[in-house]
T-cell receptor, first 113, second 112 residues
Framework: KAGVTQTPRYLIKTRGQQVTLSCSPI?????VSWYQQTPGQGLQFLFEYFSETQRNKGNFPGRFSGRQFSNSRSEMNVSTLELGDSALYLC????????????FGEGSRLTVL | DAKTTQPPSMDCAEGRAANLPCNHSTISGNEYVYWYRQIHSQGPQYIIH???NNETNEMASLIITEDRKSSTLILPHATLRDTAVYYC?????????????FGPGTSLSVIP
């Protein structure tokens, strides 16, 4: 069974640009959650989608957005990039629909210059 | 604030058992204890979870105290590849994702 796939794995952007990250969950998993990880703040929850609906949202500005498609694949978008957005962005899928056993992807490492 | 507290770091000799403690004194009756680990620059990996009883799988054992206020993750024969940050979290099916907090975890160093 394929794991959670995140693309791209690495990317470099400049301030003011926007970025879209993709996450393909494990087949059959309908819940996808996104996290930002930085050395100073640790792993912070961004948002969670279930059956194309955003159910939970963390404390991030509106520049961070996401969506989920009918096949459960999810994308997150960050607009007007700031230097502080440099981070490892992780997505996780869950079979149970709740934040129980989460399966994480390898992450997308974003560097903003 | 995280509902769990863990020591920031631990060392363990290769081949010995690594015992990682976690305090969760405010855990509610229907909340599970979950353990994950994150090897440098990779995504966190699920290890094990439990409610009341001790659990064991191919990766580790989980010992939960009778009052459920603390637990210990045991890696029976630590290898260098077990060097990672270990996270202990508590949640149940109804917990909203924004309430599931990955704290700083315990940085385990397995020493040759």
């Amino acid at each position: 069974k394929a794991g959670v796939t995140q693309t791209p794995r690495y990317l470099i952007k400049t301030r003011g640009q926007q970025v879209t990250l993709s996450c393909s969950p494990i087949s059959g998993h309908r819940s996808v959650s996104w996290y930002q990880q930085t050395p100073g703040q640790g792993l912070q929850f961004l948002f969670e989608y279930f059956s194309e609906t955003q159910r939970n949202k963390g404390n991030f500005p509106g520049r961070f957005s996401g969506r989920q498609f009918s096949n459960s694949r999810s994308e997150m978008n960050v607009s007007t990039l700031e230097l502080g957005d440099s981070a490892l962005y992780l997505c996780a899928s869950s079979a149970t629909g709740g934040p129980g056993e989460l399966f994480f992807g390898e992450g997308s490492r974003l560097t903003v210059l | 604030d995280a509902k769990t507290t863990q020591p920031p770091s631990m060392d363990c000799a290769e081949g010995r058992a690594a015992n990682l403690p976690c305090n969760h004194s405010t855990i509610s009756g229907n909340e599970y204890v979950y353990w994950y680990r994150q090897i440098h620059s990779q995504g966190p990996q699920y290890i094990i979870h439990g409610l009341k009883n001790n659990e064991t799988n191919e990766m580790a054992s989980l010992i939960i105290t009778e009052d459920r206020k603390s637990s210990t993750l045991i890696l029976p024969h630590a290898t260098l590849r077990d060097t990672a940050v270990y996270y202990c979290i508590v949640s149940d099916m109804k917990t909203s994702y924004d309430k599931v907090i990955f704290g700083p975890g315990t940085s385990l160093s397995v020493i040759p």
